[in-house]
């Protein structure tokens, strides 16, 4: 009788371990055949009743069908644990034909493009790009470069003063005098940077903005080395066609000093609206370094000589890409930024 229940709960077993297809399931019928009150221990709990000399047979039997119910419930849990891990798999399939998600790269604003291309013709030339404070000493912002204590250039309502010593730089060509202090020479260099002025906000002014100061000192240096390199400059910037024509002006830091323009590049020189008519656009200032500027940061003027020049950097920023309002390029409106 104990021999035919044991082989019905092994047949019942294995038909019910057959037919499971999850984990969970699978130990339900572990602690249905297993546990505390399970098939097979209630079988066990009968072992009284078995008559002393059938106890050894019954109870190898009750071994042996535990044996085999431990061994098929372990071979269908590792069976079943790698089907769920296949179909996990099989789920977590990237789909590759589905639509990435849009990354937003941003983009140069038009004035580093216009300083990027300004340095790569310059770089070309085989000019260094320097840079230097924007907290600069008046020292180096004025007077190092001629411009005595006096100077309108001076006056607080033109310059952010922090202290009567310090000031926030009115130009980059403090870099300039910097660069010859140091006195490797010779200097062939740009120093590109942001310069503040109180001036109010309107279309062509702004209290904080960008120049390009370049400078080159070095033995039997002339004007016409001037007037060579800011041709080349131009051409370069403006297109091979580009001419310059060089008017006399003032400048304290350069002596003799000029002003360069630049043909219009809308109309080749002819006269358009771009250029209000004038087939000229004024572009930059320039000049021979001052004898007094070289002696004062301790160059000879008898055996150096050399030429400066300073551009806007938005002033080429708005004629290249013909922005008429020059706040444009502060605001920040990304609308308006992704045009170039
Ligand atoms: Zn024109």
């Known amino acids: 009788m104990m021999k035919e229940r044991l082989k019905k709960i092994m047949e019942n077993a294995r038909t019910q371990i057959d037919e499971t ?12 055949l297993l546990g505390k009150k399970g098939e097979l221990t209630e079988v066990l709990k009968g072992m009284k009743d078995v008559a002393p000399e059938e106890r050894p047979q019954v109870g ?25 891990r296949e179909l996990q798999m099989k789920a977590e399939v990237i789909d590759v034909t589905l639509p990435a998600r849009k990354n937003n790269v941003g983009h140069r604003h038009p004035n580093t493009i216009a300083l990027e291309e300004v340095e790569k013709i310059f770089v070309g030339m085989g000019y260094e790009v320097v840079e230097g404070p924007e907290v600069e000493y008046d020292y180096y912002n004025f007077e190092a470069l001629n411009i005595p ?18 000031l926030l730089r009115t130009q980059t060509s403090p870099v300039q005098v910097r660069q010859m202090e140091r006195g490797h020479l ?55 066609d580009t001419k310059v024509k060089f008017r006399p ?36 200032g320039c000049g021979m370094v001052h004898p007094k500027v ?37 605001e920040n409106d990304a609308r308006f930024l992704k045009q170039f």
Not at 60 to 84: G, P, S, Y
Not at 252 to 262: G, K
């Open 21 to 32: 297809d999850s984990l969970e399931r699978l130990n339900e019928i572990k602690v249905g």
């Open 60 to 84: 190898q039997i009750v071994n042996e069908t535990r044996q085999a119910i431990e061994e098929m419930l372990e071979n269908a849990r590792t069976d079943l644990a790698k089907k769920k």
């Open 149 to 166: 204590a006096n100077h309108p250039a001076k006056d607080e309502q033109d310059t952010f003063y922090i202290n009567d010593k310090i």
């Open 186 to 240: 010779p200097i062939r260099m740009i120093a590109p940077g942001r310069v503040f002025r109180a001036d109010e906000v309107d279309a062509t002014h702004s209290p904080s903005f960008h120049q390009i100061e370049g400078m080159v000192i070095d033995k039997n240096i002339t004007f016409a080395d001037l007037k060579g390199t800011l041709q080349e400059f131009a051409r370069e910037l403006f297109g091979e």
């Open 249 to 284: 002006h003032h400048f304290p830091f350069t002596e003799p000093s000029a002003e360069m323009d630049v043909t219009c590049f809308k109309c080749g020189g002819k006269g358009c609206r771009f250029c209000k008519g004038e087939g000229w656009i004024e572009i930059l």
């Open 294 to 330: 070289l002696k004062m940061s301790g160059i000879d003027p008898e055996e150096y000589s050399g030429f400066a020049f300073g551009v806007g950097l938005e002033r080429i920023a708005l004629l290249k890409y013909e922005i008429d309002d020059m706040r444009l390029l502060y």
